[in-house]
């Protein structure tokens, strides 16, 4: 769906970013600069900006690996734990082959299963974190974050300082600020943009390694499609759909496909492929840098916490900023916390926020798009009745 006829150049470039940055990680492993991966959003990047490595995203949302982990993992489990570890044992993701360290976490149990198994052929850090968001969790997870320092200047023989780390701090935050500016340019009526451009956009930034350059990238793109829509360039208008539920990218982009051809338009992403990893910034005048970071990832609403407070408040605030006429919930099979976690979302969508809400169990692969479209079109139809 083209919608700037001056700009669809533009989102393919941030598509692309991923293969550009297959050489890119090439070049900083020949340099001789640590490369950290890692899978999840509660990966605190700023410990590992500080000491001057670079954090990585891990391949981890395509069909193409999936067979191959079947023949090791059980057929039954996540598509994103098949997916992320058959990169691993086929070496098809160059970030995996060049990492220097992948940092785990225990989040749903199959994830935590994976890293044991990746640990035969990699080195793995797994960092322990709470499941209920409470003050004796954050203690926790404040010191687990400095033990993740500690492990990496033991492994890396580095020192990173306080002053490293605020500096870090200050850096994401940017990155952080650019991905809000141009996710929020969503919330104008009609949009500038469709959700598949949008994606295609915060997908590709997990690939761009520099980040004054792509704070710059990203703000001056913001700058651009602003230009073009006080021109008159933007979208019909659409019935607005938000995208809760497991991340998304590559292959589940057939969601938004489904929506967006099917006469509506996805104007925002509330799952970590969008605002709820970016949303919060980390409190820059906070003395305690490792309680400012551990309050930053720990506000992230994921479904394995208990209660998930966080999640409903801030799918509210969305639901209400970017004019949403209409949730759809991506949940991908065999992922357990985020369906059994639906049922609270519809409450909440359909009882407190009073709009249709509509839960899709999906996989990476391609047998189930004319079923998709077959619903999707039915719930954007029952929203413009």
């Given at each position: ?10 989102f ?40 001057g ?21 059980p ?30 976490e ?25 499941n ?22 033991e492994?890396f ?8 780390i ?37 997908y ?46 590559e ?32 409190d ?51 992922c ?50």
């Amino acid at each position: 769906m083209e919608i700037i006829k001056d700009l669809p150049e533009i989102f393919d470039e941030f598509e692309d970013k991923k293969k550009q940055s297959f050489l890119k990680v090439k070049e900083y492993k020949e340099k001789q600069i640590p490369i950290i991966g890692a899978y999840c959003s509660f990966f605190p990047r700023e410990i590992a900006v500080a000491m001057g490595a670079i954090p990585v995203g891990l391949c981890s949302s395509a069909n193409e690996t999936v067979e191959l982990a079947e023949t090791v993992l059980p057929k039954n489990v996540c598509p994103l734990i098949k997916s992320s570890y058959g990169y691993a044992i086929s070496d098809r993701c160059p970030y995996f082959h060049f990492a220097d360290l992948v940092v785990g976490e225990t989040t749903c149990d199959g994830k935590k299963k994976m890293y044991e198994l990746m640990s035969e052929f990699k080195e793995v850090y797994v960092m322990e974190l709470p499941n209920t968001q409470s003050e004796g969790g954050l203690r926790f997870w404040r010191e687990e974050i400095i033990r993740f320092k500690e492990f990496l200047e033991e492994y890396f023989q580095v020192v990173i300082t306080e002053n490293d780390i605020r500096r870090a701090i200050v850096s994401q935050n940017k990155r952080r600020e650019a991905l809000k500016r141009f996710y929020g340019l969503m919330k104008l009526e009609p949009v500038p943009m469709s959700g598949l451009e949008l994606g295609k956009v915060l997908y590709g930034s997990k690939y761009q390694f520099g980040q004054e350059e792509m704070t710059k990238e990203l703000n001056e793109l913001s700058d651009r499609i602003l230009e073009e829509y006080e021109k008159g360039r933007q979208l019909e208008k659409r019935p607005r759909i938000l995208i809760t539920g497991c991340p998304m990218g590559e292959d589940t982009n057939k969601i938004v496909e489904a929506i967006e051809n099917n006469g509506g338009v996805v104007v925002g992403f509330e799952n970590c492929t969008g605002a709820n990893a970016v949303e919060r910034m980390v409190d820059e005048d906070d003395p305690d840098v490792y309680g400012a970071i551990a309050r930053k990832y720990f506000s992230i609403g994921c479904a394995i916490m208990t209660p998930n407070n966080n999640r409903i408040h801030l799918l509210g605030e969305m639901i209400d900023d970017y004019h949403a006429d209409g949730v759809v919930e991506m949940i991908l099979s065999g992922c357990h916390s985020v369906e059994m976690e639906s049922i609270s979302v519809k409450n909440f969508v359909n009882e407190e926020k009073h709009l249709p809400y509509l839960a899709v169990v999906t996989d990476y692969s391609k047998g189930d798009v004319g079923q998709l479209n077959t619903r999707l079109a039915a719930f954007v139809e029952m929203i413009r009745k």
